[in-house]
């Protein structure tokens, strides 16, 4: 293993406009993106958070820090640019972190069509 370096992580996930699926589904992702890259959130600097505009029912950076998780973090959410026949129902968070490996990116829960080619499954920077 080599020294740290600052990565981005990407992942995004689809929910229905409910605030206990955003707040699932807001885990799941970032559960997942902390397994697969081994990742503490000690070596996190911050979140971003993206959402399409049919979802309202909840904030992402609120449900996860609803759910125990990233109490100490910069966390931030935008909602994302309007793109005609964009992918709906759509959370995405891009995740700064210090990391001794290559970034493994998570798409899940139908997400995955964004980044086939930075799926859960791959391996990259």
Request: charge should be negative.
């Amino acid at each position: 293993m080599g020294e740290k370096r600052l990565k981005a992580l990407r992942g995004a996930t689809q929910c229905e406009n409910e605030g206990d699926d955003i707040t699932q589904q807001v885990t799941m992702l970032y559960d997942e993106l902390l397994v697969r890259n081994q990742l503490n959130e000690a070596d996190i600097v911050s979140l971003v958070f993206s959402l399409t505009r049919d979802l309202d029912a909840k904030n992402p950076a609120s449900a996860l820090r609803h759910s125990g998780r990233a109490q100490d973090l910069a966390l931030f959410t935008v909602q994302e640019a309007y793109i005609a026949g964009g992918l709906e129902r759509t959370i995405r968070v891009l995740i700064h972190a210090y990391l001794d490996g290559a970034a493994c990116h998570v798409y899940r829960n139908g997400a995955e069509i964004l980044r086939p080619d930075r799926s859960a499954l791959t391996r990259g920077g």
